[in-house]
């Protein structure tokens, strides 16, 4: 990540990632916040993340129950999906987005100015 004031380039540790959970980082250098830009690409990464993976998660997490007891389909449906299990496999989904969102963050989105401020270089 580089400050757009000083142009000091600082990269985007988990200690950053988790103090700025709305993408306003402070540079370590000057010590001025900035924030992150949002973009299309940004966007085409993350929505498509965001609604395709809950699904993923539970046809695996239903795949792996299947194999492990298998029984008849549409009562283990009715059983997962009604479980704790089903609440389980999608924050352990949610917890395994947290890297690939940091790693978004970290590539493709750049710090800008926030509105209203100035000086920049």
Same mark, same amino acid.
């Given at each position: ?13 988990? /200690?950053?990632?988790?103090? #700025? ?10 010590? /001025? ?10 966007? &085409? ?7 395709? #993976? ?6 695996? &997490? ?5 194999? #492990? ?39 493709? /989105? ?9 000086? &920049?270089?």
């Amino acid at each position: 990540m580089t400050c757009p004031f000083c142009t000091q380039s600082f990269p985007l540790t988990w /200690r950053r990632y988790w103090k #700025a959970p709305f993408g306003r980082h402070i540079c370590p250098s000057c010590g /001025r916040k900035s924030k992150l830009r949002t973009g299309f690409l940004y966007w &085409a990464l993350y929505v498509p993340l965001l609604m395709i #993976a809950p699904f993923a998660t539970l046809l695996v &997490a239903l795949l792996v129950y299947g194999l #492990a007891f298998p029984r008849s389909f549409e009562e283990d449906l009715a059983w997962f999906l009604g479980s704790p299990w089903s609440r389980i496999a999608l924050l352990v989904l949610w917890v395994l987005l947290f890297p690939i969102d940091r790693m978004i963050d970290e590539r493709f /989105r750049k710090l800008q100015v926030p509105r209203g401020e100035e000086n &920049a270089v």
